[in-house]
């Protein structure tokens, strides 16, 4: 289903994020597209339900691909910092959270609607924007960057 491959030009870029305050609580879905041409997308909303964070990942998901769908996309490079997501939608399955099991099963019809689609982890400091996004979503500010942890050189 996911699939590795160089983005080609024609290929959307989504990088998404979920957010549950508290986790389990109120969810936020923020994504960031970025169409071939250079336009970029946004999409942050909160649901009406609660539940964790995992769930608020997936619907991030979800939602973004919907929207990409909506838009014309058929090919796919999608970003997320939640390693549950990207195993349990990846070419290797992990075991199942039983919970989930059924939205997981809605992601993979959505992600085999698009000709070609890639999922890939990325470090939470390289997805700041959706997750700006998924907080905006509930109220809540961006969390504050991260400072890069400073090494000494052994001489």
Same mark, same amino acid.
């Given at each position: ?7 080609? +030009? ?12 508290? *986790? ?14 250079? @336009? ?13 964070? $995992?769930?608020?990942? &997936? ?22 910092? $939640? ?5 349990? +939608? ?7 959270? *039983? ?11 959505? +992600? ?5 689609? #890639? ?7 390289? $997805? #700041?924007?959706?997750?700006? &996004?998924?907080?905006?979503? &509930? ?15 052994? @001489?």
């Amino acid at each position: 289903m996911t699939e590795s491959f160089p983005a080609p +030009l024609d290929a959307w870029v989504i990088h998404c994020d979920g957010s549950a305050v508290p *986790n389990p609580g109120r969810m936020g879905l923020g994504a960031v597209l970025m169409a071939p041409d250079g @336009t970029r997308h946004t999409l942050s909303q909160a649901t009406c339900t609660r539940g964790c964070n $995992n769930e608020a990942e &997936l619907l991030a998901l979800m939602a973004a691909l919907q929207k990409a769908r909506t838009a014309g996309a058929t090919i796919l490079l999608v970003y997320c910092d $939640n390693s549950i997501l990207v195993a349990q +939608l990846g070419a290797t399955r992990h075991k199942a959270i *039983n919970r989930l099991a059924e939205l997981f099963d809605k992601a993979r019809v959505l +992600l085999a609607s698009f000709e070609q689609v #890639s999922l890939r982890l990325i470090p939470r400091h390289r $997805n #700041s924007q959706a997750d700006a &996004l998924a907080r905006a979503a &509930l109220g809540l500010a961006p969390k504050e960057a991260a400072r890069p942890i400073r090494r000494r050189c052994r @001489t």
